[in-house]
């Protein structure tokens, strides 16, 4: 039976969830008061429909205790926001992740049992410093505070060498998790493959570790 979750709010943000979530297989209600956006999207998701999130009987209506997940991705009406997050958590939606516009409103939206919050702005920019500040790494995606997973071009001193000689667990304190080698990715891959200049390694580890390479 395939997922079913509903996107509150399509701006770009939210269009861009409701359309991958959609590409991935799963039924998307894709929600907002403004008609333009509702048509723009309307031939790329199972459902689409205009109405004012922040109203309660609409939310109730819309039948979202079945549904996998709601994702609230309207921030600028912070009344909006919070309403739509009560009212899912109060018919038992079991997985709301809401936007917030700052920490203020990500307070208010945890208090009212929002599962997660997400500063998509604010993640990207640090996503992007970090980028900028490793440039030997092509992605970096923070998985915590502390730890995060990376691509980057093979070391030249790992090149010819396996990871069971490397030891990159023990000596590096990252782990391997995969190997790009052109269109192709090996997922945990032999520890006895001799390393090529031209892969490129997805690692993951602490930041301090990751940092250090």
């Known amino acids: 039976m395939k997922k079913q979750f509903a996107v509150f709010g399509l701006g770009s943000f939210g269009e861009s969830i409701a359309l991958e979530l959609q590409k991935l297989g799963c039924e998307v209600v894709a929600v907002d ?8 999207i309307a031939d790329s998701v199972s459902y689409a429909m205009q109405a004012d999130i922040g109203d309660p009987d609409f939310v109730r209506s819309l039948g979202t205790r079945n549904l996998d ?11 909006a926001s919070i309403m739509a997050t009560l009212v899912c958590k109060e018919i038992g939606v079991p997985n709301v992740i809401a936007k917030a516009k700052n920490e203020r409103h990500a307070t208010v ?5 929002a599962d997660s ?37 093979m070391p030249v001193k ?9 030891d990159v667990r023990r000596n590096y304190e ?26 490129v390694l997805i690692l993951v580890g602490s930041n301090k570790a990751l940092e250090a390479l």
């Not at 997940?69 to 009344?79: D, N």
């Not at 702005?121 to 970090?130: F, H, L, N, P, Y």
């Not at 790992?158 to 490397?166: A, D, N, P, R, V």
């Not at 990252?174 to 892969?199: Q, Y």
């Open 69 to 79: 997940g709601v994702v609230i991705a309207e921030a600028e009406s912070l009344e």
């Open 33 to 40: 008061k403004d008609m333009e956006r509702v048509k723009g």
């Open 174 to 199: 990252v782990n391997v998790v995969g190997i790009k080698s052109g269109a192709h990715v090996e997922v945990n891959p032999d520890p006895s493959e001799v390393l090529r200049e031209d892969m």
């Open 158 to 166: 790992w090149s010819g060498k396996t990871l069971q000689e490397l």
């Open 109 to 113: 939206l945890k208090k009212i049992g």
């Open 117 to 153: 919050i997400i500063f998509p702005e604010k993640e990207m920019g640090i996503r992007m410093a970090k980028n900028l500040m490793s440039a030997s790494f092509t992605d970096w995606i923070a998985l915590s505070p502390d730890y995060s997973i990376v691509e980057t071009p």
